[in-house]
């Protein structure tokens, strides 16, 4: 994006010098014909101007849009962020809440769905966990995990939905909800996915 924003700097700053010169002929025109001294006027140079910036934008809207037609079209990039990759969290189910002497475990499976851009052969998310109350809107974050999975040549994430199961562990302490499926909650999102 910084080479157009460069172009259009060095258009507007021709564009004025450009126009003074122009000015400068209409005027001798103008008194030599009779016309208005005050030049008040629209000249045809603005609109020519006004033409020539919206076709630069054109131009610059048809590249953009033919290198995207070029990814689209090549070999799938070595990784891709949540919003290219077609992978999304659609259901988090919590299982089960173990309170240890020290730390709370809690296990939740994810229901990950491909839409089938790509194939994958590694899927990295993010789960959060929140203590709650049943029946209650209001809740806290008591600690996040990371999930890396791996599928393997005969088993490659193509379409369709997986399960992936995670443990989020933090201090006991954090919080003073029960040890209960029905007291806690799971957030999950895609961070990155690799391609094959």
């Not at 054109?58 to 070029?70: C, F, N, R, V, Y």
Request: with cysteine; aromatic share 6%.
């Amino acid at each position: 994006m910084t080479p157009p924003l460069r172009r259009r700097r060095l258009l507007a700053a021709a564009v004025p010098g450009l126009l003074a010169g122009c000015l400068v002929e209409s005027s001798a025109d103008a008194g030599s014909d009779g016309g208005s001294e005050d030049g008040t006027g629209p000249s045809a140079d603005d609109t020519g101007s006004d033409t020539a910036s919206d076709g630069d934008r054109e131009s610059l809207s048809g590249d953009a849009e033919s290198a995207a037609e070029q990814t689209d079209d090549g070999d799938p990039p070595e990784e891709v962020g949540p919003d290219g990759a077609g992978l999304a969290v659609t259901n988090v189910d919590v299982l089960s809440v173990t309170d240890g002497k020290y730390d709370t475990t809690v296990l939740a499976v994810l229901t990950v769905e491909n839409a089938g851009r790509f194939t994958y052969g590694t899927v990295e998310l993010r789960a959060d966990a929140y203590a709650t109350r049943p029946n209650s809107a209001e809740r806290e974050a008591v600690g996040y995990a990371y999930e890396y999975t791996h599928y393997p040549a005969d088993d490659r994430f193509t379409d369709g939905t997986r399960r992936i199961t995670v443990e989020i562990s933090f201090r006991s302490r954090s919080t003073r909800a029960r040890p209960d499926p029905d007291w806690y909650e799971v957030d999950a999102a895609i961070r990155r996915a690799e391609p094959v």
